[in-house]
T-cell receptor, first 111, second 114 residues
Framework: GQQLNQSPQSMFIQEGEDVSMNCTSS?????WLWYKQDPGEGPVLLIA???AGELTSNGRLTAQFGITRKDSFLNISASIPSDVGIYFC???????????WGAGTKLIIKP | DGGITQSPKYLFRKEGQNVTLSCEQN?????MYWYRQDPGQGLRLIYY???????QKGDIAEGYSVSREKKESFPLTVTSAQKNPTAFYLC?????????????FGSGTQLSVL
């Protein structure tokens, strides 16, 4: 099936650093979403984006819906230990379509 | 509190055995989903149901079966035909139509083969 290319696969960062990750696709999406998964748990929705160029924040997290509608970006400012986990992007072609998922970006904070 | 409950958290399967994973939600959501998660991979859709007594195959339905007899419940059976069942299984639910992209997930079941 279709896939999203999510990068990087993993990130080792120091506490307090800013983090950036992105997702790209060969398809145009109507909706982009970012979820976070804590170890041993299910993903939780962080941000949903519905319009090309849209920039939405949720606390220290900011996500953007790319202008071409084929990509999306997530930034985390001033990372803290509880930010560790796997961040997934997901795209949706339309309201009755199933989500297409990226492989995830694993965030690890160096002690 | 509303949410999705998956049980058990850990499950072991012997060769040739069928096992059933439970998923219950009290969010009054019409749609429910089963995903499989393997390390380093995205979520892959096994089955989904948009209404009671109806369900559709996802991308990797072979070796799995589901039922949707009640709105609240969507159990997944991993049959002996599934030759590589070791994975983390996630159940999710959502409203139908607008905002159907906002999935609410359970805590998952880790299935391992003995």
């Amino acid at each position: 099936g279709q896939q999203l290319n999510q990068s990087p696969q993993s990130m080792f960062i120091q506490e307090g650093e800013d983090v950036s990750m992105n997702c790209t696709s060969s398809s145009i999406f109507n909706t982009w979403l970012w979820y976070k998964q804590d170890p041993g748990e299910g993903p939780v929705l962080l941000i949903a984006l519905y319009k090309a160029g849209e920039l939405t924040s949720n606390g220290r997290l900011t996500a953007q819906f790319g202008i071409t509608r084929k990509d999306s970006f997530l930034n985390i400012s001033a990372s803290i230990p509880s930010d560790v986990g796997i961040y997934f992007c997901a795209g949706q072609l339309g309201s009755n379509y199933q989500l297409i998922w990226g492989a995830g970006t694993k965030l690890i904070i160096k002690p | 509190d509303g949410g999705i409950t998956q049980s058990p958290k850990y499950l072991f399967r012997k060769e040739g055995q069928n096992v059933t994973l439970s998923c219950e939600q009290n969010l009054n959501h019409d749609a429910m989903y089963w995903y499989r998660q393997d390390p380093g991979q995205g979520l892959r859709l096994i089955y989904y149901s948009q209404i009671v007594n109806d369900f559709q195959k996802g991308d990797i339905a072979e070796g799995y079966s589901v039922s949707r007899e009640k709105k609240e419940s969507f159990p997944l059976t991993v049959t002996s035909a599934q030759k590589n069942p070791t994975a983390f299984y996630l159940c999710a639910s959502s409203v139908s139509g607008t905002e159907s992209e906002k999935l609410f997930f359970g805590s998952g079941t880790q299935l391992s083969v003995l």
